[in-house]
């Protein structure tokens, strides 16, 4: 592991004071970050939504990067801030519901699986659960920001 993705970030080398814990993540992970029904761009909007939420500032930078790597424009960014328009604000109210509510309310679930499909559904749930995870460990922990994120935010400052 140390020489895949665990060895690549921050995060998992907080994770692997536990390496039961991280060989059992490693799936689910490779489903939520690289399989997921959601697709790049929505998934980078749910984990940004639920970064701001939480207040991690670890995850908020590293998807910032991720974001724009994927092709989010750093207005498209800062809006899962506040209140979006359109699909990106579904997506931010459904992850509100799961901060606030704990659930989906059902016209909200329906409204989002007309939108983007039920199994997507299922993965948005998901990614904010794992990523609500992984920022308590990181937050507990005080892990730091990755260099080349650290670099990159400093080289293009996000607004």
Known sequence: MREGFAGALNVYRTMAHNPAL???WAPLRQHVVKDSALGPER???V????????????E????????????LSDARISAMRAM???????IARAVDALFDAKRLPPPLEAEL?????RRAVFDL??????YLTLGLMLMTYETP?????????RDRPFA
């Open 22 to 24: 991280l060989r059992a």
């Open 43 to 45: 998934s980078e909007l």
């Open 47 to 58: 984990i940004l939504r639920a970064a701001h939420r939480m207040g991690s500032a670890y």
């Open 60 to 71: 908020w930078s590293h998807h910032v990067s991720r974001g724009r790597a994927v092709g």
């Open 84 to 90: 979006p328009d359109g699909e990106d604000g579904l």
């Open 113 to 117: 699986a007309a939108a983007i499909g």
């Open 125 to 130: 749930i998901a990614t904010v659960g794992f």
């Open 145 to 153: 920001l990755d260099a080349g994120v650290a670099a990159e935010l």
